[in-house]
């Protein structure tokens, strides 16, 4: 018997189902209608409630105390607002503390940078008792002085170019000697008038302590031409004693 010829397999059909109809709002990405109740498209999964997600703040919202709600796109002439005022608020405070931070930068270089002698070319006093002329102070030696009569006699440095005062050392008595320092009356207050290159005129008062050696007052005052120093506060003042200043150096920034 002759086998039987291969009879293909019929397809079977398979009953396509019904399309749902769905009656609801529709997406308003794709128009795909959603049944109520859906949070995002059956479709293309965009949410159905935009009203639901929250609106981006910006930036100067999200700083209190400027945590809230706003309308869409108002946050932006505020925040170019608060821009102005900042930078103008930047502007006058560098206008107003420009003096300050020049005075902070010249005092730190005066600090570290190093510093010079400046040799005043006169040298004039008010009142001198014989033999102590007010050069003494400026001759470099500590053991000879200028003898002043008393209280409110004035000594006056002269110099020949304005420059930086960046301090000044006083050898205050007789000598640096601890032996010499008391034979004459001394003045503990001075009062220091520093004259500019533009006639301004700056005062300091000077204290010094009541001991042989060199003291140092720190000044910091830019285009010296002159500086004036007043005898106050003497002690020591006897019968047959005069107020002695040993030596006065000037330094400028080197």
């Known amino acids: 018997m002759q086998p039987a010829k291969a009879v293909a397999p019929r397809p079977v059909v398979r009953p396509v189902p019904e399309r749902e109809e769905v009656v609801g709002p529709p997406c308003p990405a794709c128009g795909t209608p959603n049944p109520p109740g859906r949070r995002f498209c059956r479709r293309c999964a965009t949410p159905l409630d935009p009203r639901a997600a929250a609106e981006a703040l910006p930036w100067w919202r999200t700083v209190w105390p400027f945590r809230r709600r706003v309308r869409a796109g108002s946050g932006r002439w505020v925040r170019l607002l608060v821009i102005l005022v900042v930078v103008a608020a930047l502007c006058v405070g560098g206008f107003l503390l420009l003096p300050a931070g020049r005075s902070l930068v010249e005092d730190t270089r005066d600090k570290l940078g190093g510093t010079k002698a400046v040799t005043p070319v006169h040298v004039t006093a008010s009142a001198s008792v014989s033999g102590h002329p007010a050069s003494n102070t400026t001759d470099g030696l500590s053991n000879r002085y200028w003898g ?14 304005p420059f930086r005062l960046v301090d000044l050392i006083i050898t205050n008595g007789a000598s640096d000697s601890p032996q010499q320092y008391a034979t004459e009356a001394r003045a503990l207050q001075m009062d220091m008038e520093v004259t500019s290159s533009d006639g301004k005129v700056h005062h300091k008062s000077v204290s010094l ?24 506060s003497v002690t020591g003042l006897t019968a047959g004693r005069h107020v002695a200043l040993a030596e006065v150096e000037f330094f400028q920034r080197s």
């Open 148 to 161: 002043a009569p008393g209280p409110g006699a004035s000594v006056t440095y002269t110099f020949g170019k």
């Open 209 to 232: 302590g009541d001991k042989a050696g060199p003291q140092t007052v720190a000044t910091g005052i830019d285009d010296v031409v002159g500086v004036r120093l007043v005898l106050r």
